[in-house]
């Protein structure tokens, strides 16, 4: 048996020719029993994943496949998604998950990739025009989301709850390294002409801003009603306003002032 990617129905196929078909596409390799389908389907993909949005009148079965994945995590964590699950949030045949990623454990990071490119291409301007500790912490407030917001607690669910292989643990910090660059960017960026400048590990503080990102994302997930998290952004941002004018002023912390 083998599945119809656009219709979503199972058709009979010859003896071994799912089989072949499967590990062909398990390793990346088109479908040798047909290879112009095969090119076809390539093809229609990457146009697909290249045009503009607004020129694409329906999503590709790619595309519903991973908007679903993003919900059923969001809704019923990490544990909860599972392929029957997924496909039952997007109302297709399970085995359309197999034919396009190959595994869940691929489609999750998929999932990832596209979620983090959503918010990328919502965030990464305002992020780069960062130049101060309070803006920088009002837009991590707004980054966090809310409870209509499938992708912040799908990237929380999937970066805390799933990293535990080596190779997955890799491709999931590939993903975050350019917030972290961009968060370092903007670090460098409050402290610039102060005397604090070459002081501060940039690099370093700009992981820690993702873990403390991160571990509110989590946090807000055990807490519904999100209270915990708006009060720890209005705590960064108060201690923000303070740390500014003090970087500003030049005055390294516990420095004299001058006299009056």
Not at 34 to 61: M, Y
Not at 202 to 208: I, V
């Amino acid at each position: 048996m083998t599945a119809n990617p656009s219709s979503g129905a199972i058709s009979a196929a010859p003896p071994g020719a799912a089989v072949g078909a499967s590990a062909a596409r398990l390793n990346g390799m088109p479908d040798a029993a047909d290879p112009e389908t095969a090119v076809e389907a390539t093809t229609k993909d990457c146009i697909l994943d290249a045009a503009d949005p607004e020129t694409v009148p329906e999503p590709s079965t790619k595309d519903r496949i991973l908007d679903a994945a993003l919900a059923t995590i969001a809704n019923d964590g990490l544990m909860g998604a599972t392929a029957r699950r997924i496909a039952a949030a997007g109302d297709f045949n399970q085995a359309l998950i197999f034919y396009h990623f190959g595994s869940i454990e691929e489609l999750l990071l998929a999932s990832l990739e596209r979620a983090n490119r959503r918010r990328m291409a919502r965030f990464a301007d305002r992020l780069n025009e960062v130049k101060s500790l309070t803006e920088l912490v009002r837009l991590a407030s707004a980054l966090h989301g809310g409870p209509d917001d499938p992708d912040s607690p799908a990237l929380a669910a999937i970066v805390t709850g799933w990293s535990n292989t080596e190779e997955f643990g890799a491709r999931i910090l590939a993903t975050m390294e350019p917030w972290d660059s961009m968060v370092e960017a903007a670090i460098r960026r409050s402290l610039e002409g102060t005397a604090f400048a070459g002081m501060v590990p940039a690099k370093e503080l700009s992981w820690a801003v993702s873990a403390l990102y991160l571990g509110i994302e989590m946090l807000s997930r055990l807490d519904p009603a999100d209270r915990r998290s708006a009060q720890l952004f209005g705590t960064l941002g108060g201690l923000a306003m303070i740390a500014d004018p003090i970087l500003q002023s030049g005055l390294p912390l516990g420095s004299d002032r001058p006299a009056t």
